[in-house]
């Protein structure tokens, strides 16, 4: 199984870009979806974007097409979220996410990292 870290989140004007990195332990990543999830205040952990383990095919949610982009390095055992156009909608913070199941991911068996603040001010 593997084990998650984010890094990359901060405070960023609208408008402005951020990209998040997530580190996985692991022999096994690179047959792991990997993807990205956000919660913000008040609100239920909602899907941001994946990226399979094997072809990368990638999809993501209505909101974020077009600017964001999920992508993964398997020497390096990373998944990024390079974010741009950033929005005061985006704030939240930012979760990993593994399943050795793209279809799954996201919901039993997956796998979740500490999670990272991304805030965009108006």
């Known amino acids: 199984q593997v084990q998650l870290v984010e890094s990359g989140g901060g405070l960023v004007q609208a408008g402005g870009s951020l990209r998040l990195s997530c580190a996985a332990s692991?022999?096994?990543?690179?047959?792991?979806?990997m993807g990205w999830f956000r919660q913000a205040p008040g609100k239920e952990r909602e899907f941001v974007a994946r990226?399979?383990?094997?072809?990368?095919?990638?999809f993501y949610a209505d909101s974020v097409k077009g600017r964001f982009t999920i992508s993964r390095d398997n020497a390096k055992n990373t998944v990024y979220l390079q974010m741009n156009s950033l929005k005061p909608e985006d704030t939240a913070v930012y979760y990993c996410?593994?399943?050795?199941?793209?279809?799954?991911?996201?919901?039993?068996?997956?796998?979740w990292g500490q999670g990272t603040q991304v805030t965009v001010s108006s």
């Open positions: 692991g022999r096994t990543f690179s047959s792991y979806a």
């Open positions: 996410a593994a399943n050795q199941y793209y279809g799954a991911l996201g919901s039993a068996g997956t796998t």
């Open positions: 990226i399979s383990g094997g072809v990368y095919r990638t």
